[in-house]
């Protein structure tokens, strides 16, 4: 190899080397902006909807109060479940509820950030004190599922469990048949 070749080597290798450079730092600049546009826009855009609550008032008065927990048919027919979460536990601790349906859970925190998941289904939501969580869900088929608090809330976080129970849409809408709250007690 001469040293013109040589020469040549490393002028097409510094060539190469900087027209990457040159693609890295566009895409770079892309992602930024991109990341910027998402987050500003998040940041100044209204939720859709936002409900708000005072979290230390929830035994207190309003639809939180513990009488209106559970689940519930409203006057509409709608099945509405009503829950809090609180270190460390879900009130109440089994939800009942009739399969095929659409449900409306309605939950929110007493005191700190709590997450409810529901194994065996796509339902991952946030409870967050001072605002409620309103979650549609649906379960096809019956049984027990288990609802772990899936967002760490202090040592007692993996003691925190919850029981959904999906039973017979017949058999619940004959225990709803007399309004009121619907619960897992004597199931
Ligand atoms: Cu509640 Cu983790």
């Known amino acids: 190899m001469t040293d013109l070749d040589a020469h040549q080597g490393a002028g097409i290798a510094e060539q190469t080397e900087r027209r990457w450079a040159t693609i890295a730092v566009i895409l770079m600049i892309v992602l930024t902006s991109m990341a910027a546009f998402a987050g500003i826009r998040q940041a100044t855009m209204p939720q859709p909807r936002v409900e708000t609550i005072d979290p230390t008032r929830l035994h207190l008065s309003g639809e939180f109060v513990e009488s209106n927990l559970g689940t519930a048919v409203e006057p509409d027919g709608a099945v509405v479940v009503r829950a809090i979460g609180q270190q460390y536990s879900f009130s109440p601790s089994c939800i009942l509820v009739p ?74 809408a004959s225990r709803a048949g007399n309004g009121g709250r619907v619960s897992c007690v004597g199931q």
């Open 99 to 172: 399969a095929q349906t659409p449900i409306t859970l309605r939950a929110t925190s007493a005191d700190v950030v709590h997450g409810i998941i529901i194994q065996g289904t796509n339902i991952n939501t946030m409870l967050v004190p001072g605002y409620v969580t309103d979650q549609l869900m649906r379960f096809e088929r019956t049984g027990d599922y288990l609802m772990p608090c899936q967002e760490f809330c202090s040592f007692g976080h993996e003691g925190m469990w919850g029981k959904v129970k999906v039973i017979d849409k017949a058999e619940f």
